[in-house]
C-alpha cells in the first residue's frame, strides 16, 4: 500500500455505520449541542492519532497496537492491551452487518423487528453470510484487495459529502434550539456522556487500521503517519458537517417538540435516508439506503482484515497458539482470518443490535487507544536515540493528558459497559493463559512492569462504580448499577489524577532499555510473513 492506500485503510474504517446512526442518537440525547461533540471528539482523536503515526513510524509492525504495549511493559501488559485490540476489532464487523440489515429492512421487512429494535432469526442469517464474505475477499492478495477497499472508499466519502450539500439547501437554523429546550437540554453532564453513549466515539474508530496493516505499507516512516492524520482531519469535517446537515434539514413539525423528541419511524429506522424523504429528496435517500450497505460493508471488510492482523501480531508475541501466525503463498494470515470470522459470530446472540453493540466497542477501542500514549511516553525513556520518521510534537505534555482522555471516556461509557468489559477481560486473559501455558517458548512474565495494571483496571471501576454515569434516566440503566457518590466535576478530577498517578507509575516501571530492545530483536529478527518471498 502506498499513502493513498494506507489513508483509505484507515479512513474506510472511520467512515462506516457510525455516520448512518450516530447523528440521530446524538441529537436524541444532547439537542442541538451535539454538533459541538463531534468536534470535541475530533480534536480528542487527533491526540490519540498523532500518538500512533509516532509509534507506527518507529516499528511498521502487522497488528501494531496489540504490540507497542508488549514491547514497552512486557507480557503481562501487553496481554492485555492486546486483548483489547482484539476484541474492539472482531466486534467491528458484526455491528456494521447489523447496520447493513436495519437499512436493507425498508426494503425486506423481514429482517428487522421495529417494535424490538432487534434484528429477526432472517437477519441473523443474512448478516452471517455477510461476515462470511468479508472473509473470503480478505483472502484476495494485499494489492488486489487494496484497490477494492480504495474504490469502495471513494464511494463512501462521497455519498456523505453529497449528503451534506444537498441537505444543507434545506437549513433550518430554529431546529437547533426547537421545542424550548434549548441548544444543550443535557448540559454539560448530557455532553460528556454522548460522547461514547451516542457512538460518536465510536464513528471515529478505525484510525489505527493503517497501524495495523503497517507491515504492508511502502515507505512506513513517511506514508503511515501522514496516513492516520489525514485521515482523521477528513473524518472530523464530514462528520460535523454531517451532525450540522443532519439536524437543519429535519422538517420543523418533526422537531415541534424538541430533537430528543423524535418519533418518525422513518427517521428512526433510517436516519439520513429518512431526513431526505422528508425534505424532499426522494432521490438522495435512495443513494443513502445503497451506501447503507456499501459504507458498512467497506469497514467490515477493512476490520476483517485488521483483526486478523492482530491475531498474527498476539502469535508473534507468543500470546495466541502459533498458528495464528501462519500465512499463506501471498502473505494473508488465513487462521486468523478464518477465526476473525467465528470469534465475531459470538457476539451477535448476546448483542442483537447496533445500539446494544456500540457501548462494548466503544468501550474496548478507548481501553486499547489507552495504549499507545503509555506505549509512546516509555519509548521516549527507553529508546530516545531511536530513529522517529515522525515525532509527536509536545510528547511530554500531550502523551499523559491522552491517557487521562482515554480514562474519562471510558468513564463515561458508564458502569453498565465497565463491568461488562471486566467481564470480558477476564475471559480474555483465562483464554491467553490456558495458551501460553501449552507454549514451551512462551515469554517471561513481567510482573513489575505491570503492577500498575491491575491497580488501573480496578481503580477505574471502582470510580465508575462510584460515580454519575450513567444517569439514573439512562434507558439502557439495568443492574448492577452506579452509586452516584461521587460529585459531578469531582467525578472528572478524580480521573484525571488517577489517571496521571497510574501513568507516571508505568512510566517509572517500564522495562528497561535492553530487555524492550531485545523484545523487539527477537521478533525483527523473524522475516515478517508478508515480506516472505515464498
Known amino acids: ?51 500512533h503515526a509516532e509509534l507506527g513510524a518507529m516499528y511498521p509492525v ?13 507480557s503481562v501488559a501487553g496481554i492485555g492491551f492486546g486483548f483489547f485490540s482484539y476484541v474492539q476489532a472482531v466486534t467491528i464487523a458484526p455491528i456494521e452487518c447489523y447496520a447493513f440489515i436495519q437499512y436493507a429492512a425498508y426494503y425486506w421487512h423481514g429482517l428487522f423487528n421495529t417494535t424490538t429494535g432487534k434484528i429477526t432469526g432472517l437477519g441473523l442469517v443474512i448478516t452471517i453470510i455477510l461476515m462470511a464474505i468479508f472473509t473470503a475477499v480478505n483472502f484476495l ?11 469502495i472508499t471513494w464511494w463512501k466519502v462521497a455519498v456523505p459529502v453529497l449528503a451534506i450539500i444537498v441537505l444543507l439547501t434545506q437549513f433550518h437554523g430554529a431546529n437547533f434550539t426547537a421545542g424550548g429546550a434549548g441548544f444543550m437540554p443535557g448540559g454539560v453532564h448530557g455532553l460528556f456522556a454522548a460522547l461514547p453513549l451516542a457512538g460518536i466515539i465510536f464513528a471515529y474508530s478505525g484510525f489505527e487500521q493503517a497501524d495495523q496493516l503497517a507491515g504492508e505499507i511502502k515507505n512506513p516512516g513517511r506514508n503511515l503517519p501522514r496516513a492516520i492524520i489525514i485521515a482523521v482531519l477528513i473524518g472530523t469535517v464530514i462528520y460535523t458537517l454531517l451532525q450540522v446537515a443532519f439536524i437543519g434539514a429535519i422538517p420543523p413539525d418533526q422537531v415541534s417538540h424538541g430533537l430528543e423528541k423524535i418519533t418518525n419511524p422513518l427517521i ?42 492482530i491475531s498474527y501480531g498476539l502469535a508473534r508475541n507468543r500470546y ?28 451477535l446472540l448476546p448483542f442483537p443490535s447496533w445500539r446494544s453493540l456500540v457501548g462494548i466497542i466503544t468501550g474496548a477501542s478507548v481501553l486499547m487507544y489507552a495504549g499507545a500514549p503509555l506505549s509512546l511516553g516509555a519509548f521516549r525513556g527507553q529508546v530516545p536515540d531511536a530513529n522517529r520518521p515522525y515525532r509527536m510534537p509536545g510528547a511530554m505534555v500531550l502523551a499523559p493528558a491522552a491517557f487521562v482522555v482515554a480514562d474519562l471516556l471510558i468513564y463515561w461509557s458508564g458502569f453498565i459497559v465497565v463491568w461488562k468489559l471486566g467481564i470480558v477481560l477476564v475471559i480474555g486473559y483465562v483464554l491467553i493463559g490456558i495458551s501460553m501455558a501449552f507454549d514451551q517458548n512462551r515469554p517471561p512474565l513481567d510482573w513489575k512492569s505491570a503492577v500498575w495494571l491491575p491497580v488501573w483496571l480496578l ?46 507509575w508505568a512510566m517509572a516501571t517500564k522495562l528497561p532499555r535492553e530487555e524492550m530492545l531485545n523484545l523487539v530483536g527477537r521478533q525483527a529478527g523473524e522475516e515478517p510473513p508478508e515480506r516472505n518471498p515464498h
Open 1 to 51: 500500500m502506498g499513502l493513498i492506500g494506507a489513508t483509505w485503510a484507515s479512513e474506510t474504517s472511520i467512515i462506516g455505520s457510525g455516520w448512518l446512526f450516530a447523528p440521530l442518537t446524538a441529537a436524541l440525547l444532547i439537542g442541538g449541542a451535539a454538533v459541538l461533540d463531534w468536534v470535541i471528539a475530533g480534536v480528542v482523536v487527533i491526540v490519540l492519532a498523532l500518538c
Open 62 to 74: 502487522s497488528g501494531g497496537t496489540a504490540r507497542f504495549p508488549h514491547f514497552a511493559f512486557g
Open 141 to 151: 492478495a494485499m494489492r488486489v484487495f487494496a484497490r477494492v477497499n480504495s474504490a
Open 268 to 309: 428512526i429506522e433510517g436516519p439520513f435516508a429518512g431526513v431526505a424523504a422528508l425534505a424532499g429528496f426522494a432521490w438522495l435517500a435512495h443513494i443513502l439506503r445503497v451506501d447503507a450497505f456499501i459504507s458498512p460493508s467497506g469497514t467490515g471488510l477493512i476490520y476483517t482484515t485488521g483483526t486478523s492482523r
Open 320 to 347: 495466541a497458539p502459533q498458528f495464528f501466525g501462519r500465512t499463506n503463498t501471498t502473505g494473508i494470515p488465513w487462521v486468523g482470518l478464518i477465526f476473525a470470522f467465528l470469534f465475531g459470530l459470538l457476539f
Open 459 to 504: 481503580g477505574m471501576g471502582v470510580i465508575s462504580w462510584q460515580g454519575q454515569f450513567p444517569t439514573p434516566s439512562t434507558p439502557a440503566a439495568k443492574a448492577p448499577t452506579n452509586t452516584f457518590n461521587i460529585p459531578f466535576w469531582w467525578d472528572i478530577v478524580v480521573v484525571a489524577a488517577f489517571s496521571l498517578i497510574i501513568y507516571y
